[in-house]
């Protein structure tokens, strides 16, 4: 199951350093536009104590993360959407990824040019998203007229479309994102159709400076990212692109001395990797054997026979039942043969809803 976040912003806000951080795979950091103009992608794997914790507890012939990956898009600027620096490449591969990671600096250094000559988060918030809703109204704009004129026929379909464009076009001429339109099923599943930007969930990610990244929270800036996030109900991500990319490239013990010499318990790429998976409503269960230990993505919600598809189809089409236990219980029993004594062990059938962290063995018929 590939998931994808596009890493966004103004140019030279740190993009391409955490960029760097995520995938160690040195893409060009330049201190001027556009050093990034083709997408970067990167695979990374998704932190998980729990994957690490029954790896000690099976000792498996090896151990298989689940993954995600990321796309550093060159920066924006205003007039994006109508081809202003490149613009419409970058609005294109946006349209490509699942969600948004819209980095913002946060720091002062004169050293570090700004595209538009002094530090203003909000002002960089607002550039980027007016860019998007620029492109999804003139997306909206072009369909609302085709769609009207099959919809003059008393085309049903059409009708019901065109009712859904009526709904966002007045909130994108407002200046406000599609994704604070309350839409029901039907409607979500026309708009998926016209694939449209300002749909997408979004993350922010505050970009401070070195010094300030073990107090991030009086930052002034970070507080004016937080409150607009709020107010979208958005998650913002606090990192140092600087100091990630260098924890990117020491070893595990090194990098908890390192987080510990700083005041820091958690690595911002760990926390940033976390939220993005879980942004788009996805979760883990595990496979536990001698053979392999691996994490699996799930979409929330879904039944164990589609959890177990993804693993191949053949298990979701013969599916018979699921032996599973939580990864809580598995960790207090041990084993389990210990986990099955104490009824903590399972039997589900096709209507159980899989629950993150479940570990699970599937039985299967074709």
Avoid at 175 to 185: K, N, P
Avoid at 281 to 287: K, N, P, V
């Amino acid at each position: 199951m590939s998931l994808t976040a596009g890493i966004v912003g103004l140019p030279n806000v740190g993009k391409s350093t955490l960029f760097n951080a995520i995938t160690k795979a040195g893409v060009e950091a330049a201190n001027y536009p556009f050093a990034t103009i083709d997408p970067n992608v990167g695979v990374v794997e998704v932190p998980d104590y729990r994957l690490n914790r029954l790896t000690e507890l099976v000792v498996p012939k090896k151990t298989v993360p689940t993954t995600f990956e990321f796309t550093d898009i060159a920066g924006i600027v205003k007039g994006a959407s109508k081809g202003e620096g490149l613009g419409n490449k970058f609005l294109a591969n946006i349209r490509q990824v699942d969600a948004i990671c819209h980095v913002v600096r946060c720091f002062d250094d004169e050293n570090i040019t700004h595209v538009e000559g002094r530090i203003d988060p909000l002002s960089d918030i607002e550039t980027i998203n007016l860019e998007l809703i620029l492109a999804d109204l003139e997306a909206v704009e072009k369909r609302y007229t085709r769609v009207a004129k099959v919809a003059r026929t008393k085309d049903k379909e059409a009708m019901i479309e065109l009712a859904v464009l009526d709904k966002i076009k007045p909130v994108l001429e407002a200046g406000e994102s599609a994704r604070t339109i309350e839409l029901d099923e039907d409607e979500q599943k026309i708009v998926k159709n016209l694939f449209l930007l300002t749909t997408k969930p979004v993350l922010y990610v505050a970009n401070v400076a070195e010094e300030e990244v073990a107090n991030a929270d009086e930052n002034e800036y970070v507080k004016q990212v937080r409150e607009f996030a709020e107010k979208e109900n958005a998650e913002v991500i606090v990192i140092c692109a600087r100091i990630e990319e260098e924890i990117a490239e020491l070893e595990d013990d090194e990098k908890e001395m390192f987080l510990e010499d700083l005041g820091i318990e958690e690595s911002g790429l760990d926390k940033l990797i976390r939220s993005a998976y879980s942004l788009l409503g996805f979760a883990t269960y595990f496979t536990a054997g001698v053979q392999e230990v691996r994490a699996w993505t799930f979409k929330k919600g879904m039944k164990a026979p589609q959890a177990a598809g993804v693993i191949h189809t053949d298990f979701e089409r013969g599916f018979i039942r699921a032996e599973t236990v939580s990864f809580e219980d598995l960790d207090k029993y041990e084993t389990m043969q210990a986990a099955k004594e104490a009824g903590r062990v399972r039997s589900e059938g096709k209507e159980y809803v899989v629950q993150d962290g479940d570990v699970m063995l599937f039985r299967f018929n074709v």
